[in-house]
């Protein structure tokens, strides 16, 4: 079965930090770019980060040198360390798996994330 699955999300004060992980089963991972996105209530989801098969990032302005993403082939996961989160960073994150080749697009539950004091 094709499935991506979030954990971590919580409550965090601002100037906190989370740590995301994206677990996938029933895909060639290796064959697969990894995203994260989140969506805030009343707004459009957006992208926060993607990396590629290779490991090649390309992080939203908003989130740089705030956010780390890394790709763990032996587990076929994917992590997303946030430092110095702040409120505006507060949404439903998503992970998000995209084959390199046939553009077929794969989405997990998505988990919450607060940042609030």
């Known amino acids: 079965q094709v499935k991506l699955v979030e954990s971590g999300g919580g409550l965090v004060q601002p100037g906190g930090s989370l740590r995301l992980s994206c677990e996938a089963s029933?895909?060639?991972?290796?064959?697969?770019?990894m995203g994260w996105y989140r969506q805030a209530p009343g707004k459009q989801r957006e992208l926060v980060v993607v990396i590629s098969s290779g490991g090649s990032t390309n992080y939203a302005d908003s989130v740089k040198g705030r956010f780390t993403t890394s790709r763990h082939g032996a587990k076929n996961t994917v992590t997303l360390q946030m430092n110095s989160l702040k409120p505006e960073d507060t949404a439903v994150y998503y992970c998000?798996?995209?084959?390199?080749?046939?553009?077929?697009?794969?989405w997990g539950q998505g988990t919450q994330v607060t940042v609030s004091s």
């Open positions: 998000n798996a995209e084959h390199q080749w046939t553009g077929a697009s794969i």
């Open positions: 029933g895909i060639i991972f290796s064959r697969y770019s």
